[in-house]
């Protein structure tokens, strides 16, 4: 099982309507959660962390989180063509004092315009 | 959000030469930062963890004695991939972690002939 799972994709979803993304991590130890974007060719660019569960809003994104679930979320509204990307999630998991992220392998993300 | 810079963008070298990757923070204090590659369409793999003044800790089947790292000031890292060959080419990523959340430099994409 790996540590952080994502749908692969492609998620298809007309402009305007609502992206929802989907993750799971094995970890119960995991304590920060990320949502990066990156675009192809380019490098990730952070969108969102959340730490407590429950839901975490901005601007269009909304990041939610169930622990005990261990499911972290991420919605976009209102969804652009210039949203398409891939979106990772990462976990941020400590360790005998040191840290490191976990990434999954990304969800590709296409608004049709 | 935070900046990172990383030096250069891309870079063509022969096999069996090394070649030096700078990456800055540039807006503030990394006492962590981390060095990823990315095959394409894959996600991101942690190569290895640098803390300010000390010794990088690497991922296991990462060679230590290949991908040399220093982080030698909070806002400074360098990743040099010695003695490189046709299978070091890939996407190389740098993250600056400032209160534990990580910023991405734009990438370097290293191509050896």
């Known amino acids: 099982q790996k540590e952080v799972e994502q749908n692969s994709g492609p998620l298809s979803v007309p402009e305007g309507a609502i992206a929802s993304l989907n993750c799971t991590y094995s970890?119960?130890?995991?304590?920060?959660f990320f949502w990066y974007r990156q675009y192809s060719g380019k490098s990730p660019e952070l969108i969102m962390f959340?730490?407590?569960?429950g839901d975490k809003e901005d601007g269009r994104f909304t990041a939610q989180l169930n622990k005990a679930s261990q499911y972290v979320s991420l919605l976009i509204r209102d969804s652009q063509p210039s949203d398409s990307a891939t979106y990772l999630c990462?976990?941020?998991?400590?360790?005998?004092?040191?840290?490191?992220?976990?990434f999954g392998t990304g969800t590709r993300l296409k608004v049709l315009a | 959000g935070a900046v990172v810079s990383q030096h250069p963008s891309w870079v063509i070298c022969k096999s069996g030469t090394s070649v030096k990757i700078e990456c800055r923070s540039l807006?503030?204090?990394?006492?962590?930062m981390f060095w990823y590659r990315q095959f394409p369409k894959k996600s991101l793999m942690l190569m290895a963890t640098?803390?300010?003044?000390?010794?990088?800790?690497?991922e296991q089947g990462v060679e230590k004695d290949k991908f040399l790292i220093n982080h030698a000031s909070l806002t400074l890292s360098t990743l040099t991939v010695t003695s490189a060959h046709p299978e070091d080419s890939s996407f190389y990523i740098c993250?600056?972690?400032?209160?534990?959340?990580?910023?991405f430099g734009p990438g370097t994409r290293l191509t050896v002939t």
């Open positions: 990462a976990v941020m998991r400590d360790a005998s004092g040191t840290y490191k992220y976990i």
């Open positions: 970890d119960r130890g995991s304590q920060s």
């Open positions: 959340i730490y407590s569960n």
């Open positions: 807006d503030f204090q990394a006492t962590t």
């Open positions: 640098s803390n300010e003044g000390s010794k990088a800790t690497y």
């Open positions: 993250g600056g972690d400032t209160s534990y959340e990580q910023y």
